[in-house]
């Protein structure tokens, strides 16, 4: 059953990358070279891609060196460019791995209910550090509380998570980098619907596919009725509290004949993206999606953080915490680099003429 929200007005986002807060340089990976043209270029990860990638789960790490974990809601395969920035962000503090550290990581394959055994596993290790991103950092502070943590690509509040006492000094263990400090996801997504509204100008009632109980959805559901508010749109959600659900949130866009589509950012839809599409790509209406990856997979649109260096900027955290820095001495982080994607091979098989001022705006431009 769909929940209408009649909200009419006005609003504009703005693609605006800067804030008074501590930035982080970015970097840039793209999934597909092949089929993105880059606005910018940034200092990117191709040295960590000549590295290799190698199933770091299924390694044995070394009883001399320091031991760092990793832990991913996502399969090894969907997360390896991830790893490859987490130990790229090592490497540029001066560590290489085999030699200054050993590196653990375990993949929860889109099972979020795997987190607590495999947060339990790393724990057995003993490492110095684990990294973990969105859920898994909570399941990690929860169950590990004596544990250093690096949070990363973290979209809640982690003074109200309990992560930290203040961004500028997190005091005890924990410290990391979220995804947007300033105005929270009310600011983030009035900028991601506005952007959107420039490429479908005649959107007229919005289905956001995603939870809104909680957590992120329930912020994301609160920002885009207020963005609906301003920008005259009406606003229809079609909930997705299980993988289950897919089938039935999309039949009820169908039913209520929305004209476009905005896919939440929960993390069970991220990392589960290949479920995701098939009911995206039957739909035939514009999407938008939160992460870069899925502007490269398939959607109109996407516009946010970079997830990738996010982990690169963690992996020089946990550098220096293994020189000696303690995690509360570290200020939490602002990502800087937001990540513009406009898919043009969706905008063709969709008829939609893509404005040249936001071609000029995006980073990745899929052909």
């Known amino acids: 059953m769909s929940k209408k929200l009649d909200i009419s007005g006005l609003l504009r986002g703005r693609h605006d990358d800067t804030a008074d807060v501590v930035w982080l340089p970015g970097t840039v990976n793209p999934r597909e070279p092949d089929f993105i043209m880059k606005r910018r270029e940034f200092i990117g990860l191709a040295a960590a891609s000549a590295l290799g990638f190698a199933r770091p789960a299924m390694t044995q790490t070394r009883p001399d060196l320091p031991v760092v974990g990793a832990l991913f809601p996502r399969t090894a395969e969907f997360a390896k460019n991830s790893v490859a920035a987490l130990r790229q962000g090592l490497k540029e503090a001066g560590l290489v791995e085999g030699s200054n550290y050993s590196l653990a990581v375990r993949f929860a394959d889109g099972d979020l209910d795997r987190l607590p055994q495999l947060a339990r596993d790393l724990g057995e290790?003993?490492?110095?550090?684990?990294?973990?991103?969105?859920?898994?950092?909570?399941?990690?502070?929860?169950?590990?509380?004596e544990q250093p943590l690096v949070f990363t690509s973290y979209a809640a509040d982690p003074i109200k998570a309990g992560f930290a006492e203040s961004y500028v000094r997190p005091g005890g263990i924990t410290t990391g980098n979220v995804m947007n400090a300033i105005g929270g996801e009310e600011s983030l997504t009035q900028k991601r619907i506005g952007l959107f509204k420039d490429l479908v100008p005649n959107l007229a009632r919005l289905g956001m596919i995603g939870s809104a109980k909680g957590?992120?959805?329930?912020?994301?559901?609160?920002?885009?009725?207020?963005?609906?508010?301003?920008?005259?749109?009406?606003?229809?959600?079609?909930?997705v509290e299980a993988l289950d659900d897919l089938e039935g949130a999309f039949a009820a866009a169908r039913r209520e004949q929305v004209s476009a589509i905005y896919i939440s950012g929960d993390s069970r839809l991220y990392i589960n993206m290949p479920r995701v599409m098939p009911f995206v790509l039957a739909s035939q209406k514009p999407t938008l999606g939160v992460y870069p990856e899925w502007g490269r997979a398939g959607l109109l649109m996407s516009y946010s953080t970079d997830v990738d260096d996010d982990f690169r900027r963690a992996g020089i955290y946990v550098a220096k915490i293994l020189g000696g820095t303690r995690p509360g001495d570290l200020p939490i982080e602002q990502a800087s680099k937001f990540t513009l994607v406009v898919n043009l091979k969706a905008a063709k098989a969709l008829g939609i003429t893509v404005p040249p001022t936001l071609l000029s705006l995006a980073d990745e431009v899929i052909e």
Do not use: D, T
């Open 215 to 239: 957590g992120l959805g329930l912020l994301e559901a609160g920002a885009l009725q207020n963005a609906a508010a301003r920008l005259g749109f009406e606003l229809v959600h079609c909930p």
């Open 125 to 145: 290790l003993k490492p110095k550090v684990i990294v973990g991103s969105a859920g898994a950092a909570n399941v990690i502070h929860r169950l590990l509380p």
